[in-house]
Nanobody, 125 residues
Framework: QVHVEESGGRLVQAGESLRLSCAAS????????MGWFRQAPGKEREFVAT????????YNEVSVKGRFTISRDNAKSTMYLQMDNLRVEDTAVYYC??????????????????WGQGTQVTVSS
C-alpha cells in the first residue's frame, strides 16, 4: 500500500504561479511513475502531467504544456507540479497518482494504482 498526499493548493489570481507537492510513501519511490490529474466542478477528471521513474515526462498538450512543469526529488520522496501563468480555467481539485510498477499508460487515470485526496486550486480573474 502506498500513501499519497498532495499539498500546496490555494487561491491565486490569474497570471500567478503556484507549486503543488505530492509525497508518496514506500521504499520504492524512485521506481514510481507519478502523475497529476485534475477535476473541475461538473467535469470529468483530466490528465495534467506524468513523470516516470526514468524522468520521462508527458503533458496535456492542449491545456497545460508550456505553463506547467512536473519534476521529482527522489531523496525527498516528493513530486512537484510547477504551475505558471495560471488561468481561471485551471481551477480544479488536483490529484496525485502513483503507478508502482512499469507504467502501462502515462495519461489514463485507471492505470494508476494509488491516489491522494486532492488539493484545491482556485484561480480568480
Amino acid at each position: 500500500q502506498v500513501h499519497v498526499e498532495e499539498s500546496g493548493g490555494r487561491l491565486v489570481q490569474a497570471g500567478e504561479s503556484l507549486r503543488l507537492s505530492c509525497a508518496a510513501s514506500g521504499p520504492n519511490f524512485s521506481g514510481y511513475t507519478m502523475g497529476w490529474f485534475r477535476q473541475a466542478p461538473g467535469k470529468e477528471r483530466e490528465f495534467v502531467a506524468t513523470i516516470t521513474y526514468a524522468n520521462d515526462r508527458a503533458y496535456n498538450e492542449v491545456s497545460v504544456k508550456g505553463r506547467f512543469t512536473i519534476s521529482r526529488d527522489n531523496a525527498k520522496s516528493t513530486m512537484y507540479l510547477q504551475m505558471d501563468n495560471l488561468r481561471v480555467e485551471d481551477t480544479a481539485v488536483y490529484y496525485c497518482a502513483v503507478q508502482n510498477r512499469i507504467p502501462t499508460s502515462l495519461r489514463i487515470a485507471s492505470h494508476f494504482d494509488y491516489w491522494g485526496q486532492g488539493t484545491q486550486v482556485t484561480v480568480s480573474s
